[in-house]
């Protein structure tokens, strides 16, 4: 198996694995960003960036993660599309296996983001691809005119509805509390949209033979069903970070990676950022602060080896 050595690795390649390869590559660390699938992860599923500092007018989120990309590249960083297998440490020396490549690495950041959680209800995997969908950019155009259900509560749900509202005047948001948990302003902007809140319920079953009929919907407080007609059920109910990689981690009720203020978690030179990391707030610009921090403490622990 071949060994490649650097000075940083990161596995991620989000907007925290990339801020994060820019400031290492750009403060003269060897820096390579480790990456399974393509670079961008949630980000990619943005319509419309609208609020990330300095960028305007809003642009989509794969025109942001590009960019930041050819930047992180154009400071040296690099990229390599595979998948990690294995990490371990040995003296202090952090050990990522591939199936082709064992790299080794100074320092290490583990930047691999969280992905969308599951409804667990009835009729949810039976009808997924055939209305059942959790990204509004990628599918939203088959269900134009048509009727959409979006489930959830915080930015992701409420921003995507306001996606949907584009594409058909026909969108409700299923929600179990008797508010939204999302950002103030964008709640707002997607109430001015039309879309239609249904509070105090849940979704039990979704519909449907070939595709999305209907979702079966419980009212919280009253326990009384109903089905709501619709042919397309966005689903955006939260996230489960990936940390499988790292299981040995404390990490809070969550399961997200609890590390201190400057991205440390308990094991020396291991770092954690952006959506994988234990927060209070989860959002494009968090996540490339996090990576730009960790990126500037692995450069002060690796000149004072």
Do not use: W
Not at 40 to 61: C, K, S, T
Not at 197 to 224: A, F, L, R
Not at 252 to 266: A, S
């Amino acid at each position: 198996m071949e060994i490649k050595a650097f000075d940083y690795i990161i596995i991620g390649a989000g907007p925290a694995g990339l801020a994060g390869a820019q400031y290492a590559a750009r403060g003269g660390l060897k820096t390579l960003v480790l990456e399974g699938m393509g670079p961008g992860g949630q980000v990619m599923q943005i319509n419309e960036l609208e609020n990330y500092p300095g960028v305007f007018p809003a642009i989509n989120g794969s025109e942001f993660i590009e960019t930041m990309k050819q930047q992180a590249e154009s400071f040296g960083a690099e990229i390599a599309y595979v998948q990690v297998l294995s990490i371990d440490k040995t003296g202090d020396i952090f050990v990522i296996k591939t199936r082709d490549t064992e790299y080794h690495s100074k320092c290490l950041c583990i930047a691999t983001g969280a992905i969308h959680r599951n409804l667990e209800v009835p009729g949810e995997k039976e009808l997924t691809g055939r209305g059942v969908s959790y990204c509004a950019v990628c599918d939203g155009p088959f269900f134009r005119n048509k009727k959409i259900v979006v489930v959830g509560g915080g930015d992701s749900a409420c921003s995507e509805a306001i996606y949907l509202s584009t594409i058909s005047s026909d969108v409700q948001i299923i929600h179990r509390r008797d508010s939204f948990r999302a950002q103030k302003a964008v709640v707002e902007k997607m109430l001015d949209k039309g879309v239609k809140p249904v509070y105090d319920s849940v979704v039990k079953q979704i519909n449907g033979t070939v595709k999305v009929e209907s979702v079966t919907v419980e009212n919280v407080k009253t326990g009384e069903q109903s089905e709501i007609a619709c042919d397309a059920v966005f689903v955006f109910t939260g996230m489960i970070p990936q940390t499988n990689l790292v299981d040995m981690l404390p990490k809070d009720e969550g399961g997200y990676i609890k590390t201190n203020e400057e991205m440390e978690t308990i094991i020396p030179g291991l770092f954690a950022a952006g959506d994988v990391r234990s927060k209070s707030f989860r959002q494009i610009v968090t996540a490339v602060s996090d990576g730009a921090i960790a990126a500037n403490r692995a450069k002060e622990i690796i000149n004072h080896k």
